[in-house]
């Protein structure tokens, strides 16, 4: 308990360098404008903005991630809200009865309730964190390279399992983010593989051109297919900031099981935020005396899912920090930025760099009060950049993107690579392929070829060593199980399909 | 993509109907991809002794994207799905074109390589940043001139503004 003090004073510390405040500051900023635009989710905001980080200091670059991740996940509930468009899955809930709440013109009442919730969420979820983190991080050291490999395994299939749409579609676009990740030269002989000697692919393809191509790209191609003028804004002025004390009594039970039914959901790998307030939601709705309420403006249907989304955003930093795995698409992009800043994420990030692993614990709680600070009073800001047309956002997104992209190592041929893999993403959509699974996957993939290997080597080449290690065979079980779980309804409703089919 | 596929028969009077267009054609096309990756890395050492080579892996992980993709086509046979939706072609073009003109524009290009004797100087960022803006930006059928390159000058100023000022990093500005 002291060193979890101890620590979370040198974190606080850190955090509190007036540097890395203002990256703090900047990054929820940022994050909110950009999360804002309508169509843009967090994954699309925080794959665009990655290049801007990177010419900082590693604390200052993380945080200020960080805060772009809760900024565009708060800037996305804004939009929810007040546009009822939402900018991805976490907010969709957010619209149900958020929308509703404006067009009864409460939207005041509602944004700051979403901002209160995800502020208590984040406290909640940051001590958590900090708690955590210890404990996990010495249960990683037990792992060798047959647990590392399972575990990813494992990961892989949660991602799969909570993906939307099909169970093997999602395993296919593992798959296929596990071979994209191979492209290049082989880490122990050094080959080319798969490279097809052209000599821009001999490093590999670059992380952020796929994740910039998949989400960037691809999300502004299939937007602009869309018909821009549904578009509903919220015209009447918002009056009434603060929530009445009626709102926050009758909110306060939504937001402490939103927050821990968020805390959990967000450490296990996968869709974490999403699952979250699809949960928090309906949980909050069955227990409600007066269930049909919900969808017509109940507060209880705002607080809950984003102070879940919230909770879990920040306890999904857990598997990252602790054990070096991404649960999720986000948090595949952070390993990303560590890894162009030279810190493999890991058990060892947080004994050899205790400022940094500290450092941004602290940062999440200082990010999620900037946001209630900052954002409240500029709600005034954002709803006016909900009515630029999109016919000029998009460019501007366009150019932003090039020249981030450009950026990271001044090469054009990058920027031709990134454009390959947003007609990709493109194509991905109308075929109903995620593209989630597959980033996750290319993160991952060099990861688990050299545990793999590794695992093989030691284990002299007897492939049964992932199941006759215990944790190891645990793991795998649990990722069988699961996938056995996600298969059976799925099967048993494609064949309820067929038989109406047939009776047709 | 085509969808023609829906009724043409088959031999012995089995109708043969691809029932769900979206993962049948996808499915087809990882199948591709799988075998192109198969075949792209058939000449890399596998396994030796108890050793994974470079290729063995790879080849591992593209058999089993071929595999996969087969049930996902098959499922697309058999299952009901939606049909494919158009491919819009007007927006995407203008986009890919745009961003290959700041590729191309942004360091210079050697248009030999495509069969054209010319080779493009490099332009630097306020030219490439400007031209992808107003090539990307007529893909939209509601563009208008004037508001268009008013918005244009001033992206490409915020842009300058931001990742050469405020984030200092190295950026030709003018042709050279």
Known sequence: ?504 | MSEGAKTSPKGGGFQFKVRGPRDFYGGLALIALGIIAILASGELPGQHGFAFGPGTAPRMFATLLAIVGALVSVSGLFIDGPKIEAFAIRGPAYVLVAILLFAGMIRGIDLRIIGIPFTVPPLGLVLSTFAAFIVSIMGSTEMRWVESLIAAVAMTAFCIGLFVYLLQLPFQLWPL
């Not at chain 1, 930093?317 to 992009?333: K, S, W």
């Not at chain 1, 997104?397 to 090469?411: H, L, T």
Request: one cysteine or more; aromatic letters at 8%.
């Open chain 1, 1 to 504: 308990m002291t060193d979890l003090l101890a620590n979370l004073a040198l974190g606080f510390q850190v955090a509190a360098h007036p540097a890395n405040l203002g990256f703090c500051l900047l990054g929820a900023l940022v994050g909110t404008l950009v999360g804002v635009l309508p169509g843009i989710g967090t994954v699309a905001t925080v794959a665009m903005l990655l290049p801007i980080t990177f010419g900082l200091p590693p604390v200052g670059a993380l945080i200020m991630l960080a805060g772009i991740y809760y900024g565009a996940q708060y800037g996305g509930s804004t939009t929810s809200i007040l546009v009822n468009i939402p900018g991805e899955a976490t907010s969709v809930v957010t619209c149900l009865d958020g929308h509703q709440m404006a067009r009864q013109g409460r939207a005041g009442a509602a944004l700051s309730i979403s901002a209160i919730g995800s502020f208590f969420a984040g406290c909640v979820s940051t001590v958590l964190v900090a708690a955590l983190g210890a404990p996990l991080t010495s249960l990683a050291l037990l792992f060798g390279p047959a647990e590392y490999f399972s575990l990813m395994a494992l990961g892989l299939i949660f991602a799969v399992v909570l993906a939307k749409g099909s169970v093997l579609k999602s395993v296919a676009m593992v798959l296929t983010g596990l071979l994209l990740s191979m492209v290049g030269s082989d880490l122990e002989t050094g080959a080319g593989r798969m490279t097809f000697d052209i000599a821009e692919l001999s490093d590999g393809i670059g992380f952020t051109n796929v994740a910039m191509g998949l989400f960037g790209f691809a999300e502004i191609i299939r937007n602009l297919e869309m018909s821009q003028e549904s578009r509903e804004i919220v015209q009447s002025k918002i009056k009434g900031l603060m929530p009445t004390r009626q709102d926050l009594i009758d909110s306060s039970g939504a937001i402490a099981r939103g927050t821990i039914l968020g805390s959990i959901l967000g450490i296990l790998p996968g869709g974490g935020a999403v699952v979250a307030s699809f949960a928090a939601y309906t949980f909050e709705k069955r227990i409600s005396k007066n269930p049909e309420r919900f969808g017509r403006g109940a507060i209880q249907g705002v607080a809950a899912p984003e102070s879940a989304n919230n909770a879990a955003a920040q306890t999904s930093f857990i598997p990252l920090l602790t054990l070096g795995i991404p649960p999720n698409a986000v948090m595949a992009l952070m390993v990303g930025a560590m890894t162009i800043h030279g810190i493999v994420p890991g058990p060892q990030v947080m004994t050899k760099q205790p400022e940094l692993f500290w450092g941004m614990i602290a940062s999440m709680w200082l990010g999620n009060l900037m946001l209630v600070i900052i954002n409240l009073p500029l709600v005034g800001v954002w709803v006016s950049l909900l009515r630029v047309p999109y016919r000029l956002l998009y460019p501007s997104i366009i150019v932003f993107c090039c020249i981030g992209i450009y950026s990271i190592n001044n090469s054009p041929t990058d920027v031709v690579i990134a454009a390959i893999f947003g007609l990709f993403g493109y194509w991905l959509v109308k075929h109903d392929f995620e593209p989630a699974p597959l980033v996750l996957a290319f993160v991952l993939g060099p990861l688990m070829e050299e545990n793999l290997r590794r695992a093989m080597l030691i284990a002299r080449g007897d492939a049964t060593v992932f199941m006759t290690r215990p944790i190891s065979a645990g793991l795998i079980l649990v990722a069988l199980f699961m996938l056995a779980l996600a298969m059976l309804p799925m099967i048993r409703k494609r064949r309820e399909e067929v038989f109406v089919e047939s009776e047709n």
